[in-house]
């Protein structure tokens, strides 16, 4: 068999850059995929520090206007794509494999090919900052601002080309972890065996793979219309209409708050039964209503559209399915009370951080409620009270819910503990920092402040409140420093964590913190829902085999990151093409050789390198 | 291979579904009338007898008969080659009496539809042959079948979007229905407030 089937040697090293370039070990690319997420999350932090700087005073000149579009289009666009997304991403491939008992992912070359998509594409966006043509359209890109006549940079070819790129691996990453999760767990894992945020990875992988292929076509006809002088949103005399555009986002762009949402969702419904020493209520009620929330997600997107002009059916209709989805959320917030009634309950910082998950989430969810009826919804558009709404969803419930899942897991991944005192300075800064930023905003929208507006004049009545909210905004900036304090002394003095440092009861525990690369020495027999609970973890899992026994694991393999690079040229082709058309084409030929090339590589190369092999047969 | 094809039905869902809503709106340019039935009726017999062969390929391999999966594999190939030669046939001709697609919305969003189509046929030509030429190194054997036939799940895939299609967007288009489906349409642009 040949082993080789590239040009360069296949770097088989267990350390060194080589080694997390061409890794294929789940566990690597989640911590790839955390750090990459956390480094955007500074990035869209401070794009918002700016904004919240400027808007601190009354016709401040800090920055222009067109400056202040930039900031809030790529602080939306950075924090959907490039900090919540792949944080749940780390999360899915750090925990899926080991809570199934598997020991890795379906197709851990294309796993491996999802993170390199995820992060060109996002360098591809923000390298725009660096040709002064940074997107400035708003996260949703409305038509006609897209078009080539409103947009005469290149800034909305970054925004679309890099959104495709991120796409792409997004869905690859969906297909990845259905066929995981169906096909690959341990024996005795039965689907309603399964935590529940395995359970919630797979709605989200398939929320994925039907939410995304609208979003690409969309992005496709932008792509057209900016490139090839098509009219799919552009031209009204020509017959075409704007409000397609916000159609086919929104058919992606609702569902994608739930792709948001619900892995945090998982991540407190499984904290929760460890830290209060008892199961999860209702466990079936909160797997089912998070697939009830799934397929109800495909039909509410009008209610982003509500001011449109749809006309009375269609906005009575969407109401009435927005208000349907609040049923399934409720269900979940009330198991998650009686999983809290009666419990042991220990306040450690994972457990603050799902109960700021609980709170807050539920305070974002009823103003939810509020936008679902279309008369209030017409008043709040576009005011500041959409903003605080979405920012309780989405940081006051995706972002605690994700760092609890960082306060719980951090000893698993690394193997140490982090400091519980410097968490808990963390998480009341956070909270206490999170509602004065986004408190004030529900009365500075009722009262009258658009969103996106980059200055204010003295006599509207805006900049007490603002001052309000920009302090806030410095106070969740000072728990991130706290954080990273955290994570710093911990990596370098942290006290060894050992197995099961919460005694929690599911399999991610049974194994040595970090794990070996192979995970599991002997594949476990599963019996219940709470294997280290309900028997012995010594019955579970034999202690581990000597070194010569250890499982054979995939190699590296250095083809997932070619084709991904390949795969971004072609787009940074197509950019470079409009300028100069034979470097742009000469870019886009090679480029696409080049990735052909090493589909072949990746296709025809055995999964195990031959050297490697020959050591354990 | 399942999860992957549910996925592209809402690629194509949306591709058509944008075509529709945009039908009848196009100012100026040829339109539906443009469309060559008889033509297009062959090409897509072409396709259809492609997926026959495909499944005699499969077959073929897994009964062993090394020859026959050699033989309906390149033949599957050929017919999908057939019909993109039809298709580039069908582009060129459509350019020549001005239709492109900046000519008007009919010719954004049904070269844009067929030529991702074309491209979904493209790809898996290039797959097939992938597999014809693995056959003769032993990397597709009696054994592995299963390769042969997730390529075959993609193949049929691509020729049933094609029915909907032709059917759809040929046959609606040129003859008829004419009135219903633009009524129809309508009705779904009113709801939606486009149009």
Do not use: C
Request: aromatic share 16%; charged share 10%; glycine share 10%.
């Amino acid at each position: 068999m040949a082993a080789n089937t590239g040009i360069l040697r296949r770097p088989l090293a267990p350390v060194g850059i080589w080694a997390w370039m061409t890794t294929v070990d789940h566990k690597r690319i989640a911590v790839l995929y955390g750090v990459t997420a956390f480094f955007f999350f500074l990035l869209g932090g401070m794009e918002a520090l700016v904004m919240r700087v400027q808007l601190a005073s009354a016709e401040s000149t800090l920055v222009s206007a067109a400056t202040f579009n930039a900031m809030f289009t790529m602080h939306g666009t950075t924090m959907v794509f490039m900090v919540v997304m792949p944080a749940g991403a780390a999360f899915f491939n750090f925990l899926v494999p080991l809570m199934i008992g598997a020991r890795d992912v379906a197709f851990p070359r294309l796993n491996a090919f999802s993170y390199w998509l995820f992060l060109f594409g996002a360098l591809f966006m923000n390298f725009s900052f660096f040709m002064n043509a940074f997107p400035d359209i708003g996260w949703f890109g409305y038509a006609p601002l897209t078009s080539n006549e409103f947009t005469i940079s290149n800034a909305t070819d970054y925004w679309v080309l890099g959104l495709l790129v991120m796409g792409v691996g997004t869905t690859a990453a969906g297909f990845n972890f259905v066929v995981t999760i169906l096909n690959m767990r341990a024996p005795g894992m039965t689907l309603m065996r399964m935590p529940v945020f395995v359970w919630m990875t797979l709605i989200v992988a398939f929320l994925i793979i039907f939410a995304f292929p609208p979003l690409t076509i969309a992005l496709a006809f932008l792509t057209f219309d900016r490139f090839f002088d098509t009219n799919f949103f552009v031209d009204i005399g020509a017959g075409s209409d704007p409000l397609l555009w916000q159609h086919l986002f929104w058919i992606f762009g609702h569902p994608e708050v739930y792709i948001l949402i619900l892995p945090a969702m998982g991540i407190v419904s499984d904290v929760l039964p460890t830290f209060t020493r008892k199961p999860l209520f209702g466990y079936s009620m909160i797997v089912f209503a998070g697939v009830v929330i799934a397929f109800l997600g495909f039909g509410v997107w009008a209610h982003h559209m509500f001011t449109t002009g749809l006309g009375p059916w269609a906005n009575a209709a969407f109401s009435a399915t927005t208000m349907a989805i609040a049923v399934p959320t409720g269900v979940k917030i009330f198991n998650w009370l009686a999983t809290l009634y009666g419990g042991s309950i220990t306040f450690k910082t994972p457990m603050l951080f799902a109960l700021g998950f609980i709170s807050m989430f539920m305070l974002g969810g009823l103003s939810g409620i509020m936008h679902a009826v279309t008369a209030v919804d017409s008043q709040q558009q576009d005011t500041y009270f959409i903003v605080a709404h979405f920012h309780y969803v989405l940081f006051g419930g995706a972002i605690f819910g994700i760092n609890s899942g960082i306060y719980y897991w951090f000893p698993k991944i690394t193997g140490k503990m982090l400091s519980e005192p410097l968490g808990k300075v963390h998480f009341w800064l956070m909270l206490i920092g999170f509602n004065l930023t986004f408190m004030p905003m529900h009365i500075l929208g009722v009262i009258g402040m658009p969103r996106r507006i980059y200055t204010y004049a003295e006599d509207m009545g805006f900049e007490f409140l603002n001052q309000i909210v920009s302090a806030g905004a410095f106070i969740i900036a000072l728990s991130v420093i706290i954080f990273i304090i955290n994570v710093v002394r911990s990596v370098r003095q942290g006290e060894p964590a050992g197995d099961n440092p919460w005694e929690a009861a599911t399999l991610e525990w049974s194994i040595s913190s970090p794990p070996h690369h192979y995970n599991f020495a002997v594949v476990p027999t599963v019996r219940s829902q709470y294997p280290l609970w309900d028997e012995n973890a010594n019955v579970v899992l034999p202690p581990a085999l000597p070194a010569h026994d250890e499982p054979v694991m995939p190699d590296p393999s250095y083809w997932p990151i070619v084709v991904a690079f390949s795969i971004t040229m072609v787009a940074g082709g197509l950019i470079i093409w409009q300028g100069h058309a034979i470097a742009g084409l000469t870019v886009i030929a090679s480029m696409g050789l080049l990735g052909m090339r090493a589909i072949y590589g990746w296709v025809l190369e055995p999964m195990e390198d031959e050297a490697h092999v020959s050591v354990h047969h | 291979m399942w999860a992957f094809l549910g996925s592209d039905v809402l690629f194509f869902g949306t591709l058509i579904a944008t075509h529709l809503v945009y039908r009848g709106q196009s100012v100026s340019g040829p339109t539906e009338n443009i469309l060559d039935i008889p033509i297009t009726s062959i090409s897509t017999f072409v396709l259809l007898m492609s997926s026959l062969a495909m499944v005699l390929a499969l077959s073929g391999l897994q009964r062993g008969k090394m020859g026959e999966a050699r033989f309906w594999l390149a033949a599957t190939a050929l017919l999908g080659s057939v019909f993109i030669g039809f298709q580039m046939y069908e582009f060129a001709e459509f350019a020549n009496e001005g239709l492109t697609p900046r000519t008007n919305l009919f010719g954004s969003t049904f070269l844009i539809m067929t030529g991702f189509h074309g491209t979904h046929v493209a790809i898996g030509i290039l797959w097939l042959w992938s597999l014809f030429f693995a056959t003769f190194n032993g990397k597709i054997h009696q054994g592995n079948s299963l390769e042969v036939e997730i390529a075959g799940l993609y193949w049929h895939f691509v020729d049933i979007v094609w029915i909907v299609i032709f059917g759809v967007v040929y046959l609606v288009g040129a003859y008829g229905a004419e009135e219903h489906v633009e009524e129809a349409g309508h009705a779904a642009a009113a709801i939606f407030g486009i149009g």
